[in-house]
Structure formats: structure tokens, C-alpha cells
């Protein structure tokens, strides 16, 4: 007995005091129990008593030391402090009475029982109320930790918020004070008619976002602040339109308990809401919890304001619009009210701006505030006051501060760049001061001119072109289009490793920038002041020798990722132990990841799938990318699993792998195919309601373009196939070309009706009037890759180019075809147009003067419907009835290799992939095809699908990732290049054939022609049409294009006429351009976009200029048929 009490108290002792390890007071105080016990032990009679007492106590003190692991804390530590004293407190009152003979006597005659139960409970006690104590800590952290696991399946934006980050600054002190009061008063207007959406717009550098930062502030001072998301096109979280609704919920809950629970429970049900369209997210995350809120009247009298800035800067942004408008304007949400601004972007005005003037009182209206209509002299007055504030440390005269004033006119943005190029490098204020106010013109209320000037003073100054060697100068642009082009804000270290720069070369050009870029204090990373720079330095027009040109310089920076990873990359990257411990237990995982991984090498792993899909590919990238996959991607995922970015690791494969082509159908569809396997991808695209003759992806590859033969031409979400808005309608024909210009802005389609037509490819708005000059059928129609021209081809044997933005032919026709011209394109220099023909012949011309260059290219023998010139301009692929595919020395005319057979029909249409290793055909046996262009040789199967011809194919602007295709059959379709899965369903909508379809530049959108006479605009992300159709041509749509910078749409019609439609709006952006005799068969832009060529069954080319619709010299004649397909050279 004796042995086991004491082997009992060894046990409670050694549990005891591991439990109190970390706590001396109750250590000690288990110390003076456990003796006291053995006293008691050694001197009663009643053992057994003892012995269960001293195996209970040892079992609580266990289960005691088991969650002293689960809940150490400081509110446990309290807890077991609380248990050491009461032990203590046991333990003096013992030793008390063991100093008094009684207890002894007591012990000694075994009278002992109620002493020993009496200490036992105290004791038991003790325990218990800690061990409950410490229960209720943990399960209410357990809880805590719950509820916050449920809320982080919001993914929220954490850099999303009004008080994150540094460049969220508020409005001067007594600046904006009559704006800001105006939106106040109606933020805490509480009448029940009051309007809950206010959105202000403002051009660019108007002080936008810095009103919405002070709004905040005001609100937050009024508790009236529910939540705030600044929009930025530098951040990846920042600028995806998912993220909007889910981080406005997210807020809200912390802002209302009541709403908090709501959501919870709702997440509970509903984990991946937060990935559902934003139409569900909308419901669930806001609508359903906000009902909740409303019950409780916690709200009454007040209503929270949700500020939301910058919607300009969000991608597909009028997705989250379409969702949240009308949920505002049925009052939905009543008694929440949400404030935006934005630029004065269609895409956004085309969402807020649906019932501001509605009188109709079931539907609530958005208050509108045009930024830019402020009267000059109180912004100006404003203006004054900021840059007395910022210049007070300099010497300036009252006279020179109005001066300054006056060259701002009323962007605030100019104001404040001057101010920081005048104070930045300390000592040449004065002369700086001096180069500002020697600039000779400021910016007009509404224009960029001012702001370039002085981007470009800024630049010419730290980037001086004579005092700098080319190198040098050359080094230093790198740097500053590697800060506009990185997917998110990098350091300067890791500029200089994409680069194999110095670091100190880096951080001497970042700091002579800093007018316009600034160094976050926190991480290092660079920002850009404003997003004007990066229009600015992206537009050839505006920047001029300081232009980036943007794709050239994702391949840079896509092979400078691929480069780094393969050279740090490697097994066991963090060099842990042993495989078979959890990286989580491995101590120090966090810093041994930081010091192993590095912020220049987490970049590369997080975004070169992001650089791969906005860069041309070529041989030397196709072969790093292969070394790559084959030699380091398990490295890669190694890394993103230390990293904790596993689930990343599936989005970036799927973005790196998605290439397609599109092709129209006579079946009325549009399938999509996978370029690598010619596996469809989804359903067939149907809506046309007839067959489909042309089809594009728009250049970012989101959406895709179809025109039909039904008149109409729309726009189709690449993914989902689900139409972009309504037909486009207008031509008064069949639309028998389609295609995007090269920045997605805009449609242009070509149709029988002999007219081209531009569309704004966001609302399907005509540009404009439809372009006249054909004389018969438009049979193709392209954008110039600079957006400014647009090219027609038509059965009236020319080809026409006309200014893009005025719809005047730019010279006369270019004549010289004996047959219809069939396909015009533009090369991607801008430099040539290439023409293909009913007399079997394909002619290129000079872009500028209309004469032809050389003669015909002869091989074919039947017509040449379809002609393109490589990305390089060196080769040229035409298509023809005689079911051949035939590629061309662009120089000499002479073929290159046997001509590719494999279809057994004629073909339609034909493209070069962005890399030049790949052509796509699409023909009247239904299918489309992709061959190698070097060996001819099939890569994969036929992708099949349509039920109809094949009218029109073009590769996504990556080139790699999808195929656009419109068809007889009135439907456009989306193909995985890789895969030959057909992407989303087809997209329907025409009413007749779609004659022409391609991607605008950022391929985001598809433009389609019709023969319904309309072009229409698809979302390719959404497989959705935007906006309506585009409608001005009398007769079939035959071929349309996008502008390089994918404003406008070219397109060509059977009515004679080429047209050029605002892409956004889809209004026409001046007359037809009249010329051509008979039908419009092909368009193209010039690659500057200044001019259009356009090819006819009248036998003659045409060139136009882009903007005033004026034909460039006489029409480009030779052709002895008709012209059926023009395109330019690159140059």
C-alpha cells in the first residue's frame, strides 16, 4: 500500500509539475500538496482514502496537462495562476492543522475521514474549476478559429481597403469642400426616396480617387462606413472583378454583427460562393444577409455607404455591374448605399448610367456626377491651394503658381506630378521649376496632351536621349517598362535579376522617377503614381520613343521568369531534413522558405503563366517552356506547396495551357477548338439564325466575335459561349466579315450590303455611318495594327482602305484583281496588304500608295479566299476553293513547300498562329484544321463540331491558347488549342450565316460579321454577347476587324460599303466609305491602325484613311477577278 501511494504522488507530481512548466507560482504550490499528502499518508490509518485520493488527483492533473497543449494563451496561463493559489491557499490551511496536536491525534487513532474528504474536495475543486475555465477558452477559441476558417473562404482582398497601403491619399485640407459636401449630404440623406447609387465620373488625373479616399474618412469619423474596395490595375487582387462582391461582404460583417451570423450560416451551406458568377454572390453575400439587417432596424434613420473607386481599372468590371446595378435600383439592398467612381468608360457608364433618368418610381435611380463638368475656376482655385502647399518649401512667385495652375487645366494628376518632379532631387528646384513653365501647352479639360508633355519632359530629363549612350538610355526604358508590365509591384532587386541588371542601376533609375513611381516604405515595391503612365507609355501615339511596346516585352520577361526558375529550381529547395516530417513541424519553416525561396524567385513561380499569355511565342520560348515542364516543374510545385500556394498551381497550368482556335460555320455556329489536339472545346456557339461567315477572337482572348449571313454579328464569351449583349444589327445584308480591333475597342464587319461597319465592341453601337464606296459585296474587312485603318476587300474586284475613325476611304481603289476580291489583310507592320482573289491570285500591295508590289503570287487553281501574313511578315498563307492551303515568301511571291491538302472542300478561311508555327483552316466540309507551316503536316485531328460550313477561323492574340470559328450554321464557336475541346457552348444569336469572325487584340472579345447584316461583340470570358448588335449595313456582313488598339471594328459589306464602329458603343464612327463597286469581300487594318484596306468583288484593293474614311490614292487594280481576301504586312 505504502508502495503504491508513494508511486501514485511520484505520478501526480511529475504531471503536475510538467503541466505548471511554464507557470513557477503554481509549480511550486503543486510541490507543498504533494508533500502535504504524504505527511497526511505517513501519519493516518485510513490509506485506502488516500490512495483513491491520490489516483483521482492524478488523473485530473492529466487531463489538465492534455489541454494545456490545446489553449496556451494568456487567458490560460490566468487560469492555471487562479489554480496555484487556491492550491496554496489548501495547502496553508493543512499545514495550520497538521501544527495542532488534535489533527495529529486524529490521524494517528484513524479518526481522520471527514479531514481527508474535506481537504480531497477542496482540492477536486480547485481542479475542476480550472479545468472548466480552461475548456471554455478553448471551445470558444475553437469557435473563434471556426467561424474565421468559414470567413476566409470569402478570399477577400486584403489590399482592396481605403487605409491599406500608402497611396491612398485624401483631398488637400479645404479642397474639394463643395463636392465633398454634396456627397455627404446624400450619404446621409435619409428619406426613403433618396437614391442609394451615386457615381461620380471624372477623366483621367481629375482627383477621383483621392475625393473617394476623404469620403472614407468622413463616413468612417460618421460610423457610417460599411466597407471600400479601390479598384488597381497594378494589383492582381485589385484588379479581378471576383474580388469585389466577396471583400464588400467580408467587410460588412465586421461592420454588423448581424450580418456576420446571416453570412456564416450562408457560408456554412455554401463554401465556394465566393467562386460563383457575381450575379449568385450578389444574392448570397449581400442581398440575403442585408435582408436579415434590415429586420433587427438596427439601421434606421442612417444608411452605411459602400465606396467603391476606380471601377476603370478592374478587369470585365461591367460583370459585377450588371449583377449589383439592378439589385440597387429594385431596392434590393434598401437602406445600404454604394458610391463609385470611375473613368468615363463605356464599359462602366453602359452598367450605371441604365435608369438615371428613369421617372418610373418602382425604380430607383443613380445619382451621376460628371467630375470633369466642374466649372475650371473652382478646380482651378483647388488646384492653386495644393500646389502652394506643396511648393511652399521653394522659391516660387505668385505669378509662376498660376502659371502652373493654368498648365493644369483640370487634372489634378498633372499638378501633382509636376510638384513631385520639381521637389524630387534636391538642389534643382529652380531649374526644374524652369523646364516646367517652358513646357508651351497644358491639358484641355478632357485631353491627354498636356500630361504627355510633361511625362515626356519627366522622362527626356531622367532618361536624357542625348546625354545618355544608346545603352544606357535603352537600359533604363527596360527598367521602367518592366515597373508598367509585371503582373504585381516587385522590388528593385527583382527588376534587376528579370533583367541581369545591377541593382544599383535599378534603384539609381527608380529614384529619378519618382515623379511618377514611388518605393513602398513596408516591402520595397515599386508603384506607379497614376494609371495614366502606363496609358501613356503603352500608346505609340502618346509616348513616342519612350513607347513599350507590350507584347514584345512580355516575351522578355516570360523568358527571364522561365530562365530564373530553371537555374533555382531544385529538389529539396529549402533543404529540410527528411521527407517523412509535415513541412509545418519542421521548426523555422517560415524563415528557411523566405531565405530559400526569394521574393525575386516567388515572383517568377506566381507569374509566368500571367507573362506566357500576354506574349507572342515563338521557337526559342516553345523550347524553354518544353526544357522547363520536362526538367523543373515538380521543383516548381514543391516550391508553390512551401509556399502554401498549392491550389495556385492548377490555375496557372490551366492558364499557361489554354490556346484555341474559333471557326464560323454554315451549320448557324461558332465552335471554339483546341489548337494542340483539335478536340472542341464545349458546345457549339448557336444564336445565329443562319450561316455564319466570319469569326475572331478579340485580343485578349476573352470573347469572340461572329458575323452571319441572318445581318447581325455578335459577341460571344470565349469560355462559356453564352452571348455578349444582343446582336449587333444595322447592315441591311448578309455580314460576311467580322474582326476586333487590335485593343479590343471596337468591331468592324463587312457585308453584302456592300458597306463596312465599325461597332463600339462593348455596347454594339454603330461609329459612325457605314463606310460606301464598294459597288458590290464586302467581302473581308481587317483592322490595321495601329487601330487607325481599316481594309475591305469586295466582289467588285478592289480593295479599299478607309480611316478607321471617319470612315473616309484613304485613296483611291486598289485595283488590279480580274476577280472578286475575297480576303484583305493588313501585315503586321502596316506596311503591306496582301490580297486574295477570285482570278486565283494573291497580290500584295504598298500600303501607303496603293501600288502593287510585284506580281501576282500564281499557284492556286480555283479562287483564293482567305489570305494572312505571318506575324514577322515574311510569309503568307492563303486559302482557296481548290481545298489547298499554300504558304508564300512574302518578298518574292514564291511558295514555299507543296501546298497542305487534307480538306475535301473549299476553304474558307486561314490564319497564322502569333508564333508563326501553326496555320488554322476552315473550310466548307465543316471542319477546322491546324497544320505545322513549316512541313504542312496535320497537328492532330479535324476539329469537328459545326453542322455547316466553316466560314471563318482566327487564333486568340496569345496565339497559343484558343481557336474562334463561325459557321453556316449562325453559330460562333471557341476551341482549347491544346486539347481540341470545344470551350463553353457555341455562340448564338445571328440570324443567318456569320460570315467573319476574329479576337480583339487583348482577347477578351470576339467580333462576328453576318449575313444578317449586323456585327456583333462577344465576351469571351462569359461566352456572352455585349451589348446589342451592330446594325448600318443594307446587305451581308462579309468580314470584319479590330483596330490594333481595339477601339473600333472595320467591316466590310455586299452593299459596297466599308464601316467603322466605335467598339465600345457600336455606333458608327462616321459615314460609310464609299468606293468600291460591288461587294466589300475582306478588311484589314493597317498594324498603326491609320488605315484601312479593303479588297472587293470589283477586282480592285482599296486603302483608306482610318480616321476620315478618305481613300488613300487610286484603288490598288491587277486582279482580272474578284478580290476575296486583303490583309497588311507587319511593317
Known sequence: ?????????????????????????????????????????????????????????????????????????????????????????????????????????????????????????????????????????????????????????????????????????????????????????????????????????????????TIAKSLCLMLEEKQLLAGSFFCSRQIQECREYHHIIPTIAY???????????????ILEQHQNVALKEPSIQVKELLIQPWEVVMKTKRFEGCSPVIVIDALDECENISEVLKAMVPAIQNRQMAGLKFFFTSRPSNNVSSCLEIGSKDSNSEKMHMENFYLHNVEKSQVQ?????????????????????????????????????????????????????????????????????????????????????????????????????????????????????????????????????????????????????????????????????????????????EKACIDMMSQKLHFNICNLPSSFVPDKKVPDIEKKVEKCITGELRYCCFSWAYHLGKCMVDEEMIELLRTFIQKKMIFWVEAMFLLDELPLCLEIIEAALKVGIVSGSGDNTVRVWNART???????????????????????????????????????????????????????????????????????????????????????????????????????????????????????????????????????????????????AFSPDGELIVSGSGDNTVRTWNARTGAPKGDP?????????????????????????????????????????DSFQGHDHWITSVAFSLDGERIASGSFDKTVRVWDAKTGAPKGNPFQGHSRWVSSVAFSPDGERRIVSGSGDRTVRVWNVRTGAQEGDPLQG?????????????????????????????????????????????HWITSVAFSPDGERIVSGSADMTVRVWNAMTGAPERDPFQGHSHWVTSVAFSPMGNRIVSGSTDKTVRVWNAKTGAPEGDPFQGHDDWGTSVESSPD
Open 678 to 824: 483539335g478536340a472542341p472545346e464545349g458546345d457549339p456557339f448557336q444564336g445565329h439564325s443562319h450561316s455564319i461567315s466570319s469569326v475572331a477572337f478579340s485580343p485578349d482572348g476573352e470573347r469572340i466575335v461572329s458575323g452571319s449571313y441572318d445581318k447581325t454579328v455578335k459577341i460571344w464569351n470565349a469560355k462559356t459561349g453564352a452571348p455578349v449583349g444582343d446582336p449587333i444589327q444595322g447592315h441591311s445584308h448578309w455580314v460576311t466579315s467580322v474582326a476586333y480591333s487590335p485593343d479590343g475597342e471596337r468591331i468592324v464587319s463587312g457585308s453584302s450590303d456592300k458597306t463596312v461597319r465599325v461597332w463600339n465592341a462593348k455596347t454594339g453601337a454603330p461609329e459612325g455611318d457605314p463606310f460606301q464606296g464598294h459597288s458590290d459585296w464586302v467581302t473581308s474587312v481587317a483592322f490595321s495594327p495601329d487601330g487607325e485603318r481599316i481594309v475591305s476587300g469586295s466582289d467588285d474586284n478592289t480593295v479599299r482602305v478607309w480611316n478607321a475613325r471617319t470612315g473616309a476611304p484613304e485613296r483611291d481603289p486598289l485595283q488590279g484583281h480580274i476577280g472578286s476580291v475575297s480576303a484583305v
Open 990 to 1034: 445571328h440570324s443567318d450565316c456569320i460570315s467573319s469572325v476574329v479576337f480583339s487584340p487583348d482577347g477578351k472579345r470576339i467580333v462576328s460579321g453576318s449575313y444578317d447584316k449586323t456585327v456583333r461583340v462577344w465576351n469571351v470570358k462569359a461566352h456572352a454577347p455585349e451589348g446589342d448588335p451592330i446594325q448600318g449595313h443594307s
Open 381 to 557: 482655385d483647388d488646384i492653386k491651394k495644393f500646389l502652394q502647399c506643396q511648393l511652399q518649401n521653394i522659391q516660387i512667385t505668385k505669378e509662376q503658381i498660376q502659371t502652373l495652375v493654368n498648365s493644369s487645366g483640370k487634372l489634378f494628376i498633372y499638378a501633382a506630378t509636376t510638384a513631385k518632379y520639381i521637389t524630387n532631387v534636391g538642389g534643382y528646384e529652380k531649374q526644374r521649376l524652369h523646364n516646367v513653365l517652358s513646357l508651351t501647352q497644358g491639358p484641355h479639360a478632357m485631353h491627354v496632351e498636356g500630361i504627355d508633355i510633361l511625362y515626356n519632359q519627366i522622362l527626356e530629363e531622367d532618361i536624357p536621349m542625348k546625354k545618355q549612350s544608346t545603352i544606357e538610355r535603352d537600359t533604363s526604358l527596360k527598367i521602367v517598362h518592366t515597373v508598367v508590365s509585371v503582373a504585381s509591384p516587385v522590388t528593385c532587386k527583382t527588376i534587376a535579376c528579370l533583367l541581369g541588371y545591377d541593382i544599383e542601376v535599378v534603384e539609381a533609375t527608380i529614384s529619378s522617377l519618382q515623379s511618377v513611381v514611388y518605393i513602398n516604405k513596408r516591402d520595397g515595391k515599386i508603384h506607379i503614381f497614376h494609371a495614366s503612365f502606363s496609358d501613356y507609355i503603352f500608346s505609340a501615339e502618346r509616348s513616342k520613343m519612350n513607347h513599350c511596346d507590350q507584347s514584345m516585352h512580355q516575351v522578355l520577361i
Open 1 to 209: 500500500r505504502n508502495d503504491v501511494v508513494l508511486e501514485s504522488l511520484e505520478t501526480l507530481l511529475k504531471v503536475l509539475k510538467e503541466c505548471s512548466d511554464f507557470n513557477p507560482i503554481l509549480k511550486s504550490a503543486v510541490g507543498g500538496v504533494c508533500a502535504s499528502i504524504e505527511i497526511i499518508h505517513q501519519k493516518t490509518k485510513n490509506r485506502e482514502d488516500i490512495v483513491k485520493m491520490t489516483a483521482d488527483l492524478t488523473a485530473r492533473a492529466q487531463e489538465l496537462d492534455n489541454l494545456k497543449d490545446q489553449g496556451n494563451s494568456s487567458e490560460v496561463k490566468h487560469h492555471f495562476e487562479k489554480l496555484a493559489r487556491k492550491l496554496e491557499s489548501i495547502n496553508n490551511q493543512l499545514k495550520k492543522k497538521l501544527g495542532h496536536s488534535t489533527l495529529h491525534r486524529a490521524l494517528q487513532a484513524g479518526h481522520d475521514a471527514q479531514e481527508i474528504k474535506s481537504y480531497y474536495q477542496e482540492l477536486q475543486a480547485a481542479y475542476d474549476q480550472c479545468k472548466t475555465g480552461v475548456l471554455f477558452k478553448i471551445e470558444r477559441d475553437t469557435t473563434r478559429i471556426l467561424k474565421t476558417v468559414i470567413m476566409s473562404k470569402l478570399k477577400n482582398s486584403e489590399q482592396a481597403p481605403h487605409d491599406v497601403g500608402p497611396n491612398k491619399i485624401p483631398c488637400l485640407d479645404g479642397t474639394r469642400v463643395t463636392i465633398l459636401k454634396d456627397i455627404m449630404k446624400w450619404a446621409q440623406d435619409p428619406s426613403l426616396n433618396a437614391s442609394s447609387g451615386y457615381w461620380m465620373c471624372g477623366a483621367a488625373g481629375t482627383g477621383k480617387s
Open 857 to 897: 503570287f500564281q499557284g492556286h487553281t480555283h479562287w483564293v479566299t482567305s489570305v494572312a501574313c505571318s506575324l514577322d511578315g515574311e510569309r503568307i498563307v492563303s486559302g482557296s476553293d481548290d481545298k489547298t492551303v499554300r504558304v508564300w515568301n512574302a518578298r518574292t511571291g514564291t511558295p514555299e513547300g
Open 251 to 265: 467587410q460588412l460583417a465586421y461592420y454588423s454583427h448581424t450580418f456576420r451570423e446571416t453570412l456564416e450560416r
